[in-house]
């Protein structure tokens, strides 16, 4: 009996540990948004795009004068705020996702080969991320987008050139380390040329910064496919995205909150999940800070 009441009261211990343990959390929050942004379309319970001026600013279900029909509400145009919600989901991760690929693709060599070779191809590459890092990026935004237009293209394009020089420099500081190691100099001895160093002594050993890297920089890109959004140089048209929301909302924050809120809400949570999934993959996989 005692045996059996000492593992009661050991559940919420166990459950504590684990919860530390493993982001199980912040997993489930990025499981959810990534059903939603695969599945949306199926799920929303409406047409995100229908507009019905009869069912303006509609409160969500638990606020008086709500209606279950409509879980979140409904914005200025009588759009249900949920459906807008599970659609635009796709459009910040798919943007998100493609910047993230481009930045890491030319982050993570530029940042193997400003280390390895060192000298002036160091010099070149580390002042033009110096230099792309002094740009102004929401400055820069505006100047292309009044200059070739706005669109999900250009947001893509935009984030993907932000998302590079981070990466690179990290990198770069990783491989300074490593090229002096023994293993390096001995493959050098052996005859290895520098491609085979790269790619079987110096690629493996980066791969927990490119993970930990690419999992801190997807909510930062989500949060800037929302700021642009916001200023209007977002995906456009009748497309659906969290950034958007926001703005729409903005004018009817004291009359309607949830038209902002509930999307900023869903950034925020988004955000917040990778964020902590980037520092449990920092501690997982990077030996020097590795806790657990």
Do not use: C
């Not at 606020?63 to 919600?85: A, K, N, Q």
């Not at 935009?158 to 020089?165: D, E, F, M, R, Y």
């Not at 990783?174 to 290895?192: I, T, W």
């Not at 990778?274 to 920092?282: A, K, V, Y």
């Amino acid at each position: 009996m005692l045996t059996a009441a000492r593992r009661f009261l050991d559940v919420p211990r166990v459950s504590w540990e684990f919860l530390r343990r493993w982001p199980v959390i912040p997993a489930v929050v990025l499981a959810a948004v990534a059903v939603t942004a695969l599945f949306g379309d199926s799920l929303a319970p409406h047409d995100p795009r229908d507009q019905d001026l009869r069912a303006r600013f509609i409160p969500p279900f638990w606020v008086e004068e709500g209606s279950i029909d409509h879980v979140l509400g409904t914005d200025h145009l009588g759009r249900d705020i949920f459906s807008r919600l599970l659609v635009g989901s796709r459009t910040s991760l798919m943007v998100a996702g493609i910047a993230l690929g481009f930045g890491l693709l030319v982050g993570t060599v530029s940042g193997i080969v400003a280390g390895y070779y060192g000298g002036i191809i160091d010099e070149v590459i580390m002042r033009l991320v110096d230099l792309w890092l002094a740009l102004p990026f929401l400055l820069l935004a505006l100047v292309v987008a009044v200059t070739i237009g706005g669109g999900l293209v250009t947001v893509i394009w935009l984030l993907a050139l932000s998302s590079w020089s981070a990466g690179a420099r990290n990198v770069r500081g990783e491989v300074l380390s490593l090229r002096e190691r023994d293993y390096v100099a001995l493959a050098r001895v052996a005859g290895a040329s520098d491609w085979r160093i790269i790619y079987r002594h110096l690629w493996p050993q980066v791969t927990h910064v490119v993970l930990v890297i690419t999992s801190m920089r997807v909510g930062g890109l989500i949060i800037a496919e929302a700021g642009l959004s916001f200023l209007g140089i977002g995906a456009g048209g009748t497309r659906p995205t969290w950034g958007a929301m926001v703005a729409e909302g903005q004018t009817y924050i004291l009359k309607a909150w949830w038209i902002a809120i509930v999307p900023g809400i869903a950034i925020f949570l988004t955000v917040a999940a990778f964020n902590f999934l980037g520092d449990w993959m920092r501690d997982r996989f990077d030996p020097r800070l590795r806790q657990i």
